[in-house]
């Protein structure tokens, strides 16, 4: 079944029945308002009966009526935009998989049911540039809603009988085929005319969130307080990782539809949520942080051999194109292909199982609930420029004590092994310091960028470290023939590689080695 996507970004306002239209000719911007279209929608909302996407500013409905007939799923994007997906009408009981795909993380095995049917009468007026393109759509809605949070796809029941609502909004939307060089300033000078004329910017996000009122639930990872230098401690930790957690949602969906470098971001995200959990331990009580920790690295882990073997194939690929044509013996791509095909399928597979699975979805769970009630112990009340300065810098001492032990090392693979500690020990400071960042500002930054580059530099390093010991092992099977003697040219290849990378790391790492934040 075929999906399309785009980026919406409009503005709402609320607005009495009788007040007249406004004259939207002369706004700035504007060349001329196209005809008028007049139609009859019918959308049917879904979600959990906890209202588990309206949580997290999804909507999902059925609409029937007007040009864009069909399922829609906004998922947020970025203050003021969400991305709106379409796929056809199909069944009116039946959510299709790739919408659902997307919101798996959200609704969590939990069924989807609908709760509220709105009926709008639309107006609609086209606004054109001076080119003639069309660059945003004046919206006057009159909306009929019938509400039920009952337990079933039917709306109301003999128990809760349906409830009823009426009101009247405007909204302007710009153009999804391409905005206007000064959409901003559009959308700005439209708001400022809607407002002369009566209107009110509508205090809520959606026809849904209007609908529900008071039934409408707090939106996750909102409603904390501003991080301050003499405020709690856990505040901006619990701030970045809200955001943080929001990510892994969005990312969720993006692994399931196959989407590059999806793997990799989750990963990601869920090793950086893991990092400053592990950080700032101290700012909780009880287990729930290392439990949270513990199934974190799990996940990580899973995600990780799918992600470690896209990142070795395309090393070893790339390392064989280096070489000249006349030493590589055998047919290595296809050898590495195959060998590479046969673990990434494995991978891949145990990450849709990992994701599918009651264990995943009680880890979401458990980080929701984390964040929405911390057992704060008495160190995270405590200012939060102090304690945070303690917390990244005993980090940024780490990181020194694990740079002396690489350098110490004997050469070979225990040293291969200590720079791999460094380069940890750099992300998680550079985790550390970008959670302090609202407190601590550019010095925590700078810490942050510096730590950035060492892991990358490193990661260079462990990137070749995980080449050699591939190639070794191909060219000491059975049967390897020729290629032996090119898998041993690509070993020597990437030592030289490792050693630049140690080299990088000698010259530029010093300065996280020496940056620390001030109380």
């Known amino acids: 079944m075929a999906t399309s996507s785009n980026v919406e970004e409009e503005r709402k306002f609320d607005v009495d029945p009788s007040t007249p239209l406004p004259t939207l000719e002369k706004i700035d911007g504007v060349a001329r308002v196209g005809e008028p279209a007049t139609h009859s929608l019918e959308a049917v909302y879904f979600d959990t009966s906890n209202l588990a ?31 709106e997906i379409h796929a056809p009408l199909g069944q009116a009981d039946t959510v299709p998989v790739e919408l659902m795909d997307r919101v798996l993380a959200y609704t969590r095995g939990h069924a989807v049911i609908a709760v509220a049917t709105l009926n709008t009468e639309r107006t609609s007026y086209p606004l054109y540039q001076d080119d003639g393109g069309r660059v945003a759509e004046f ?27 009426q009101w009247r909004e405007w909204e302007v939307e710009l153009n999804g085929s391409g905005h206007a060089d000064h959409a901003d300033d559009i959308l700005d000078a439209v708001a400022a005319r809607l407002t002369e004329a009566g209107a009110s910017p509508s205090e809520r996000t959606s026809k849904l969130a209007t609908a529900l009122g008071d039934s409408w639930p707090r939106a996750k990872g909102t409603g904390r307080e501003v991080p301050s230098r003499k405020g709690p401690a856990v505040v901006p930790v619990l701030n970045y990782l809200d955001a943080q957690v929001a990510k892994l949602l969005l990312q969720d969906a993006h692994v399931r539809m196959n989407r590059d470098d999806s793997v990799h971001e989750m990963r990601s995200l869920t090793r950086r949520i893991r990092s400053v959990l592990h950080s700032y331990r101290k700012l909780f009580k009880g287990s729930p942080v290392q439990e949270l920790e513990l199934e974190l690295k799990s996940l ?74 911390p057992a704060i112990a008495p160190k995270g009340t405590g200012p939060a420029r102090k304690t945070t300065v303690k917390l990244v810098n ?18 070979g693979p225990s040293r291969d092994a200590a720079f791999h500690n460094v380069r940890k020990t750099a992300k998680k400071l550079r985790f550390a310091a970008a959670t302090a960042e609202s407190v601590h500002g550019k010095r925590a930054a ?43 040219l690509l ?23 020496k940056l620390r934040l001030k109380k």
Not at 140 to 161: C, F, I, K, M
Not at 312 to 329: F, N
Not at 491 to 513: I, M, N
């Open 446 to 488: 700078k810490l942050a960028d510096a730590a950035h580059d060492v892991q990358t530099i490193l990661g260079e390093h462990q990137d070749s470290a995980m080449a050699r010991a591939e190639l070794l092992k191909l060219g000491s099977v059975s049967g390897a023939g020729n290629s032996a003697f090119t898998y041993g």
């Open 53 to 83: 996407l309206a949580a997290r500013g999804i909507t999902l409905r059925r609409r029937t009526g007007g040009p864009d007939a069909g399922w829609h799923l906004k998922l947020p994007h970025s203050p003021g935009r969400r991305t």
């Open 300 to 373: 990580a882990k899973t995600l990780g051999r799918y992600r470690d073997v896209e990142v070795l194939h395309e090393r070893l690929r790339k390392d064989v194109d280096e070489l000249p044509m006349k030493l590589v013996l055998g047919p290595l791509h296809a050898e590495l292909d195959e060998r590479m095909k046969v673990r990434a399928d494995t991978a891949m597979a145990a990450i849709r199982t990992r994701l599918n699975s009651p264990r995943y979805f009680r880890l979401l769970d458990g980080l929701e609930a984390f964040l929405d009630s």
């Open 394 to 411: 005993k980090t940024a001492k780490r990181l020194t004590k694990r740079h002396d032990a690489a350098v110490g090392a004997a050469v």
């Open 139 to 165: 919206v006057d809605d009159h909306v009929r809603a019938l509400v039920s949070l009952g337990d079933s796809l039917s709306l109301g029941t003999a128990e809760q009988p349906p409830t009823e609502q």
């Open 491 to 513: 070993h020597a290849a990437e030592r030289a590689k490792a050693d630049a990378a140690q080299q990088q790391y000698l010259r530029s790492g010093k300065k996280a080695r």
